[in-house]
């Protein structure tokens, strides 16, 4: 008896097709590895991941454009943080470029799940990337109450944390039932 190498279960030596998952087993007296299987047939190049990165660049042009001086002010309020060595609030230009950058990437992961739904039909990842969004995205509103003073920055983390561990809850049920 020999595994199957897609899904695991015990096959007999000869038998050239896994009872359980369907996989061929045997090509020329060998088993087949996992990556032969997996790519039988045609192969699509999946463009998607450059595009995200694309829409990631966009982003960063985008928060310098927002605000040209990110990285200085972002390096004195670091600087600020070692000499005072006291935890203090981010300048008002770091906070909105913090916003508009998450939102920007947030918004790219939907219009990434878009494209992979109409081009590859794949829903899993789809979904992932929907969801990816709605974290980013939320983020980023939180961000922009903590501008406002509307809220602190232990209540961002904690609600994004809550956010994120329902949104795992939910993709793993809903994986688990239809994907």
């Known amino acids: 008896m020999v595994n199957c ?9 000869g038998d050239r097709f896994c009872p359980y998952c369907g996989t061929p087993l045997a090509a020329s007296g060998r088993l087949y590895r996992e990556r ?13 991941g450059l595009v995200s990165f694309g829409i990631f660049l966009l982003a960063v042009g985008v928060v310098f454009i927002v605000n040209p001086r990110v990285i200085s002010e972002f ?12 935890l203090m609030r981010p300048p008002q230009g770091l906070i909105v470029v913090a916003t508009v950058f998450f939102c ?10 878009g494209i992979r739904l109409f081009t590859y039909g794949t829903r899993r990842r789809v ?18 109450l903590y501008g406002k003073y509307a809220i602190t920055w232990q209540m961002v983390l904690a609600i994004e944390v809550i956010v994120c561990g329902l949104l795992i809850i939910l993709y793993s049920v809903i994986r688990y039932l239809f994907l």
Do not use: H, M
Request: aromatic share 12%.
């Open 75 to 86: 390096s004195s309020w670091v600087r600020q943080l070692a000499n005072e060595k006291i």
């Open 104 to 113: 920007l990437t947030g918004l790219s992961n939907f219009l990434v799940a």
């Open 5 to 13: 190498p897609k899904c695991g279960a015990l096959v007999k030596e």
């Open 127 to 144: 979904f992932s990337d929907v969801l990816s969004g709605i974290a980013l995205a939320s983020f980023s509103y939180l961000i922009y």
């Open 36 to 48: 032969e299987v997996c790519f039988e047939g045609e192969r699509r190049r999946d463009y998607s």
